[in-house]
């Protein structure tokens, strides 16, 4: 019996930064889609429902809390945990995600 691969989203902007994380989670075992556009990761979403998404927080189109908004307004996603990382330190912001109820920071 073949066991099957935990499905993520990866959205992350920065190149450099997508790839290392991205080996990381291929390294350790995952099927990994990543997407350096949140709008087009969005139009995925539509037709996919993945075991996790992970996202930038400061992406120049649509921003990780906007994608993640757009994401929860569909139900088939509310058991789909969703990952915000970034730079960004601020504490206002980071209680404004949890207050979204997103699964981590």
Do not use: C
């Amino acid at each position: 019996m073949k066991i099957q691969k935990k499905k993520i989203v990866l959205i992350e902007d920065d190149v450099a930064l997508g790839n290392s994380i991205l080996e990381l989670l291929l390294l350790s075992n995952f099927d990994v889609v990543w997407f350096e556009e949140s709008r087009v990761a969005l139009h995925y979403l539509t037709q996919n429902i993945p075991d996790l998404v992970i996202s930038d927080l400061m992406m120049p189109d649509m921003n990780g809390e906007e994608l993640y908004l757009n994401i929860r307004k569909n139900k088939k996603f509310n058991v789909v945990p969703f990952i915000i990382i970034t730079a960004n330190v601020d504490d206002e912001v980071k209680l404004r995600q949890f207050e979204h109820v997103v699964n981590d920071y």
